[in-house]
């Protein structure tokens, strides 16, 4: 089994910054990718940000240029550095990840809650 650890959300005004981070441990063999989801209410789950371990990243076009994720390889850790925040990007934020434990599965977090607001 794969463990999910979610942390950083909160309440920011907007133009603010946060930062979440996602750790993974249990039985892997190894990590294909890790990101993040976020889902509004009464919307779909969407990508936010996703790496591979092969290095590419890439964002959704709503966060490019203010959103960064990063990863460490040795902590089983990413993190996405969120600046310049701005209403629309509340939600509650999901740590994914797909890995090798037994076989290739995906893994989701609890989810955090982000909330921009003044």
């Known amino acids: 089994q794969v463990q999910l650890v979610e942390s950083g959300g909160g309440l920011v005004q907007p133009g603010g910054s946060l930062r979440l981070s996602c750790a993974a441990s249990?039985?892997?063999?190894?990590?294909?990718?890790m990101g993040w989801y976020r889902q509004a209410p009464g919307k779909r789950r969407e990508l936010v940000a996703r790496i591979t371990t092969a290095g590419d990243t890439n964002y959704a076009d709503s966060v490019k240029g203010r959103f960064t994720l990063s990863g460490d390889n040795a902590k089983n850790t990413v993190y996405l550095q969120m600046n310049s925040l701005k209403p629309e990007d509340t939600a509650v934020y999901y740590c994914n990840v797909v890995a090798v434990t037994n076989r290739l599965n995906v893994y989701w977090g609890q989810g955090t809650q982000v909330t921009v607001s003044s």
């Open positions: 249990g039985s892997i063999f190894a990590i294909n990718a």
